[in-house]
């Protein structure tokens, strides 16, 4: 049944809008990607791993064309000789942790101030996430918690630039050169983002960074790992297909002694099956073109409501750029400063009373998460930062499909708050 768009009680002819909210979804697809997609479909090859059964097709341990070209596209805007793309950020999370031999009764320093996936990927294999504190200014890992919290049995730090905010990555790098430690960095909110000239996610050892829906870009769910490192890589990589054995010579020696073995598959580690598919890799191709102009303007609404809200600063704690550094603008956070006459409550209600969608940072303080029982291990370090931002903070969404107008009338309704103080 086809829709008459005459009709005059529908909103795109003044009639009463179905929807009543601030229309704040973060799209970021187009024509561009529904056709690649649709290439792929039609070409009957939606997976070309190892064990996706096609006859007249070579297997590949690399994935299909598309797979490969996004992984290479990904390369060549961080410079950085190694990727491998996942179906979840998560996944590479997880695979990070296993590829750098993290394991039993091992420690790896992270944020509190994050999703928990970043403290489960150690735990999974029995490792245990030391928790250190935020810095209040931009949420990120505070050096001098990390130096504090460093212990004989720290593997790693888990650095997460929050929100696209980058974290102090030379005081870190310094940290775990000083100590032989491994830097994870979680850059999934943090596309583009850069410090000193130099892209976040291209410090550390491992990298990931996430394309589900709500991020810079996205190929539905999915998600990247990015290493300088060749063996990182390959194992990585042998990680995503379950562990399969990575090295063709390897593979027929084990052959020749296993005949019973099918060479095309044999597994030498520990693994997981998280694949991404090609229509993933088509997607994600458009979706790389987009992304910088996608920064562009994340960073000029964000800009245009530090300017507006500024004088605001004794109530609201507002981020902006730091000095050599780029923000990538994931969303657009708001703390409520401890001097502040009303509460984040109190401010939240009002805005989403007058359909300006908000969100809670995260899911709550990590260390209060259930899960974070399971390593029976007391946390009794004081993360003042971390408590702070998580009950006092939240963010609206600052996203490419946000225009001036919404801009401004986001800036009206603060402005209509803080008169009736």
């Known amino acids: 049944m086809r829709i008459d768009l005459s009709r005059p009680e529908l909103a795109l002819n003044g009639g009463r809008p179905v929807r009543t909210k601030l229309w704040l979804d973060n799209i970021t697809t187009g024509n ?25 097709l070579p297997f590949s341990f690399k994935g299909g064309s598309e797979v490969q070209a ?28 296993g590829a750098l031999g993290i394991g039993y009764g091992d420690e790896v320093i992270v944020s509190p101030y994050t999703m928990t996936a970043c403290a489960m990927a150690p735990m999974i294999y029995g490792a245990i996430p030391v928790f250190a504190d935020v810095e209040l200014e931009t949420g990120c890992l505070d050096p001098n918690s990390i130096e504090q919290n460093v212990s004989e049995r720290t593997r790693a730090i888990l650095v997460i630039h929050q929100f696209g905010i980058p974290a102090n990555m030379e005081r870190i790098m310094a940290i775990a050169k000083k100590h032989n430690l491994f830097v994870i960095e979680d850059s999934c909110e943090a596309h583009g983002a850069e410090f000193n000239n130099k892209k976040v996610g291209s410090f550390g050892d491992i990298s990931t960074f996430s394309f589900y829906l709500s991020h810079h870009i996205s190929t539905m769910e999915g998600g990247m790992l990015l290493t300088k490192n060749e063996e990182i890589f390959e194992l990585a990589k042998a990680m995503r297909t379950f562990g399969s054995v990575r090295d063709q010579k390897n593979k027929k020696q084990i052959a020749k002694k296993n005949p019973e073995l099918d060479p095309r598959f044999l597994f030498d580690n520990l693994g997981y099956n998280i694949r991404p598919t090609e229509i993933q890799g088509a997607f994600g191709i458009h979706q790389i073109k987009k992304l910088e102009k996608f920064i562009k303007i994340r960073t000029k609404n964000a800009n245009y409501w530090n300017k507006k809200l500024a004088k605001f600063s004794n109530y609201l704690l507002l981020h902006s750029e730091r000095p050599n550094t780029r923000h990538a603008w994931f969303a657009y956070p708001i703390t409520i400063r401890a001097s502040s006459p009303f509460s984040r409550n109190q401010l939240v209600n009002f805005l989403e009373k007058k359909n300006i969608e908000t969100r ?9 998460q259930p899960v974070i029982r399971l ?27 946000i225009d001036r107008v919404q801009c401004d009338y986001v800036v009206s309704v603060f402005e209509e708050f803080m008169k009736k103080l």
């Open 360 to 368: 809670p940072i995260m899911a709550g303080d990590i260390t209060q």
């Open 375 to 401: 390593i029976k291990k007391k946390i009794n370090k004081p993360l003042t930062n971390s408590k702070f931002i998580h009950s006092n903070s939240f963010f609206i969404g600052v996203h490419q499909g």
């Open 32 to 56: 561009e990607e529904k056709m690649a997609a649709m290439r792929v479909f039609d070409s009957g090859y939606l997976s070309l791993f190892e064990g996706s059964h096609t006859s007249d």
């Open 70 to 97: 996004l992984e290479e596209e990904w390369c060549d805007y961080y410079n950085v000789k190694y990727s491998v793309s996942m179906n979840s950020a998560t996944s590479g999370l997880f695979a990070s942790i």
